[in-house]
């Protein structure tokens, strides 16, 4: 067979070394050793080819407006953010929302960043975040997989039509039912929003992803009854908790047995290592609370975990760049995720966990899948973990969609050699 294009040499993410990939009208034709002529070759030897970074939870809609209207968050707190996005918000045009969010899938195309859920505001009652984000996404559909979520920032019952504003949002083309239990007036009324939402999805049949106990109450347990609704309504493996920061804090014997029960309900968790850690124990003294789910042992129980961006540059975060290994990285430490499962588990859970967890099953390093592939300057997961280096090829169905050189500095000492090649010269001697 003669391929459209062919990756020569790479590594894979299982380990595998030396292969080559084979494209053909936009799908993966075949891997394997020396595989035959190409119109176009990649030389790609001794780097890693991986299925595209993934990042199941951000807001698309607040991104890169930081100090937008003169104010930023000064408390590093949930609760700032929320109420600078309150006052920012209802002032924000049509293509305000579309131009920030057009930029930032540029940005994230260049990080190997294919798809992304996106968490969309619907507060004000004609939508205009939502409508304007169902239109970015028939836009980028191209070189970009984005899914939207109906999210009730301000509360279900911040206005009595919620329940209708969201099953418009999933007519017009928003994908996902969202809510926010804990940021409801009471708890009572958060668990009403839960049992109300999760009946919208199953009559949609549409998948739900709650932010969920964004806080560091151990007493915030509304995972609790996202786990019970999404068993009574079979919603079973089509749900997600996010954030769940309020696991950090709550008793061992009550989180072991929360555990068992998310995991018997297929209870997906998306983590957000660097907004958790930044918005979380901004109430503490010391020891301050790192403000995170339980990863390890969730992923002991059989979850399925995603490690996601959530903020760059809006109300609640001043930092982040798009780069999902910037986030597993963090999330490797701050997890103790660092022995060689837990790397690989890192790994993981910013490709094909997220993957899977948003139904997107093109994904995949096998033949008749689509050619959505990532080449790293890195030999293995692990070192694309330790140097977060260059996406030297993006490609979306078979096409070469970005590129970015191999970072590398020039030296001037005495006797050393002249250049610096990260991915080289940190080699462990004798290895
Ligand atoms: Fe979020």
């Known amino acids: 067979m003669s391929f459209d294009l062919a990756l020569r040499g790479v590594n894979l993410p299982t380990g595998e070394t030396g292969v080559d990939i ?87 195309v260049s990080q190997g960043l294919l798809a992304i859920r996106t968490h969309v ?40 039509d919620m329940a209708d504003s969201i099953r418009e949002a999933l007519a017009f083309g928003v994908d996902v039912v969202g809510g926010a239990p804990h940021l409801e007036r009471t708890a009572e009324l958060g668990r009403a929003s839960i049992t109300a939402l999760c009946e919208i999805a199953a009559e949609a049949g549409a998948m739900v992803d709650m932010h969920c106990d964004e806080n560091d109450d151990p007493q915030s347990r509304h995972i609790e009854a996202l786990t019970y609704e999404t068993q009574r309504f079979g919603l079973q493996g089509r749900v997600v908790g996010s954030h769940l920061t309020s696991m950090h804090s709550m008793d061992n014997a009550y989180a072991a047995r929360l555990i068992r029960l998310m995991a018997e309900a297929e209870m997906q968790v998306v983590v957000n290592p660097a907004v958790n850690m930044h918005l979380q124990g901004r109430y503490d003294d010391y020891p301050k609370r790192r403000g995170l789910a339980r990863v390890p042992e969730l992923l002991a129980a059989g979850c399925r975990v995603a490690f996601a ?26 997890c103790h995720l660092t022995d060689t499962t837990g790397l690989a588990a890192s790994f993981d859970a910013v490709t094909r966990a997220p993957a899977e967890l948003m139904g997107l099953d093109h994904f995949g390093l096998r033949p008749s899948a689509s050619a959505d592939l990532v080449v790293l300057a890195a030999a293995d997961p692990l070192e694309a973990i330790r140097l977060r280096p260059a996406r030297t090829h993006v490609i979306r169905r078979g096409v070469v969609i970005a590129e970015t050189p191999a970072a590398r500095s020039a030296l001037s000492l005495p006797n050393r050699p002249s250049a610096l090649n990260p991915a080289v010269d940190f080699k462990i001697s004798g290895a």
């Not at 700032?80 to 293509?95: D, K, N, S, V, Y």
């Not at 579309?98 to 930032?104: C, G």
Request: overall charge negative; aromatic content about 8%; charged content about 25%.
């Open 22 to 108: 084979g494209v053909k009208d936009g799908l993966i034709a075949e891997i394997g050793h020396q595989l035959g002529p190409a119109a176009q070759d990649i030389d790609a030897a001794g780097r890693l080819a991986t299925t595209p970074f993934v990042d199941a939870h951000f807001h698309l809609d607040a991104t890169l407006s930081l100090g937008m209207n003169g104010e930023r968050n000064e408390s590093g707190t949930l609760a700032e953010g929320i109420a600078l996005w309150g006052r920012m918000a209802p002032g924000i045009t049509a293509e305000n929302y579309r131009e920030r969010a057009m930029r930032y899938c540029d940005i994230a």
């Open 121 to 160: 505001d619907v507060t004000d009652r004609e939508l205009l975040a939502a409508r304007t984000l169902a239109e970015v996404k028939r836009e980028v559909v191209p070189y970009l997989d984005l899914q939207l979520v109906a999210f009730p920032q301000m509360g279900f019952f911040c206005r009595e």
């Open 309 to 334: 961006q959530d903020c760059v540059l809006d109300p609640w975060y001043p930092l982040g760049r798009a780069d999902l290994l910037d986030i597993t990285w963090l999330a490797a430490h701050a």
